[in-house]
């Protein structure tokens, strides 16, 4: 059965700092993962996925993430946090390119940003 | 882009009603999906739709109901409602490899 990790409750970062948002997951196929931002009184955007190729994935509002098997991580980053980037990020695993028949998400990370 | 639109952002409603959640979509896709969202658990799946009159259990389904009578709507169903149903609940639709989401309904049951 899949199943995503998102082992940060909560984080808090200064404006300008780098992020590392962490994501493991689970699954015995090739998996199809996906990170979801969702800002206050909003539903979920999709930042980026990946699905072959490439593992490291450039998304919307400056985020990227770096697929690595070995560690079974799908972690995301962005080089300078704006104040604007306050919410709660979901990590996600799917089965198929759309995945979303079958998609399974982490319990989120809240991220808070301070001035 | 694709809009996913809830009908309602709060409702309050209580034990033993029978509650509806409306969900449109104005793309023509056929799959939707109904999650909730609770503190410390995530997104969880209720139901799903692939096509019209068509439906599919998802990770937790008991205590729901759907009904996808059109293409473009799907709603949630409690017959009863109870307390552990108070929660967001999201709706989805499908386009483009991606799920676009709406902006939830939080549903209160006192």
């Known amino acids: 059965a899949q199943s995503v990790t998102q082992p940060d409750i909560h984080i808090t970062v200064s404006e300008g700092a780098s992020l590392e948002l962490r994501c493991n997951y689970s699954?015995?196929?090739?998996?199809?993962l996906f990170w979801y931002v969702q800002s206050p009184g909003q539903g979920l955007q999709l930042l980026l996925k990946y699905f072959s190729g490439d593992t490291l994935v450039q998304g919307i509002k400056g985020f990227e993430a770096e697929f690595k098997r070995s560690q079974s991580s799908f972690n995301l980053r962005k080089p300078s946090v704006h104040w604007s980037d306050a919410a709660e990020y979901f990590c996600?695993?799917?089965?198929?390119?759309?995945?979303?028949?079958?998609?399974?998400f982490g319990t989120g990370t809240r991220l808070t940003v301070i001035p | 882009d694709v809009k996913v639109t809830q009908s309602s952002r709060y409702l309050v409603k209580r034990t033993g009603e029978k509650v509806f959640l409306e969900c449109v979509q104005d793309?023509?896709?056929?799959?939707m999906f109904w999650y909730r969202q609770d503190p410390g658990l995530g997104l969880r799946l209720i139901y799903f739709?692939?096509?019209?009159?068509?439906?599919e259990k998802g990770d937790i389904p008991e205590g729901y109901s759907v009904s996808r009578e059109k293409k473009e709507r799907f709603s949630l169903i409690l017959e009863s409602a109870s307390t552990n149903q108070t929660s967001m609940y999201l709706c989805a639709g499908q386009g483009r490899e991606k799920l676009f989401f709406g902006s939830g309904t939080q549903l209160s049951v006192l």
């Open positions: 996600a695993v799917g089965a198929g390119r759309t995945g979303a028949n079958n998609l399974f």
């Open positions: 793309m023509d896709h056929e799959n």
């Open positions: 699954y015995g196929a090739t998996p199809y």
């Open positions: 739709s692939y096509d019209v009159k068509m439906k």
